[in-house]
Each structure stands twice: as C-alpha cells, then as structure tokens.
C-alpha cells in the first residue's frame, strides 16, 4: 500500500506565509509525478501545481508568483510554499502521487488532505 500524507496546514492571516509538506510512504518502487490539489467548499477540486520527477512544474495562474512548489526526490517527499496568502485560497490541500508500487502497478494515490484557512 502506497499512501501520501500532508502536513502543515493551519490558519494564516491575509499576506501571511505556509508551507505545506507530503511525505509518500509505503510499497513504492517509483514515484513520477506529484502534485498538490484543493477543494474548497461547494466549488470542485483543482489543480494547484505538480512536478514531475525531473523538477518540471506546472502552476496554476490563480497562484503563480505566489506559491512555489518543490520535491525531495530521495525523501519522496514534495512541498508546497504559499506566500502573500488571500482568503480565495482558503481550502482543504490534497497531495497526488503518480507512482509504481513494488508489485509492479502504476497507481494514482491521495493523500487525505490539510486544511489550509486564510482569515484575519
């Protein structure tokens, strides 16, 4: 079994700063690509960002400039840093993973999700 787990979320002023981490653990031979989701209430989950495993990226417009995201490749692990943080982003954040497992099956595994909440 191959599961990714976030943390760092958490409530953040306007302007303020997170980063959030996802660790992928588990029966995994390779990881491709891992991602960063989120879902806010009543809209559909979207995009946030993802990389692949030769550090390419792809950023969504509503948060490019603002947040960076990153992986440690030897740790399986990827991260997200949100910076200048407006309340539209206020979301529960779900970590992705294109990955092989040891059984030789390629699998999509999420992770259960943080909640990030950004409020004065």
């Known amino acids: 079994q191959a599961q990714p787990a976030e943390s760092g979320g958490g409530l953040v002023q306007p302007g303020g700063s997170l980063r959030l981490s996802c660790a992928a653990s588990?029966?995994?031979?390779?990881?491709?690509?891992m991602g960063w989701y989120r879902q806010a209430p009543g809209k559909q989950r979207e995009l946030v960002a993802r990389?692949?495993?030769?550090?390419?990226?792809n950023v969504a417009d509503s948060v490019k400039g603002r947040f960076t995201i990153s992986r440690d490749n030897a740790k399986n692990t990827v991260y997200l840093k949100m910076n200048s943080l407006k309340p539209e982003d206020t979301a529960v954040y779900y970590c992705?993973?294109?990955?092989?497992?040891?059984?030789?099956?390629?699998?999509?595994?999420w992770g259960r999700g943080t909640q990030v909440t950004v409020s004065s």
């Open positions: 992705n993973a294109d990955l092989r497992t040891t059984a030789g099956v390629n699998i999509t595994a």
């Open positions: 588990g029966s995994i031979l390779d990881i491709y690509s």
């Open positions: 990389i692949s495993s030769g550090g390419s990226t």
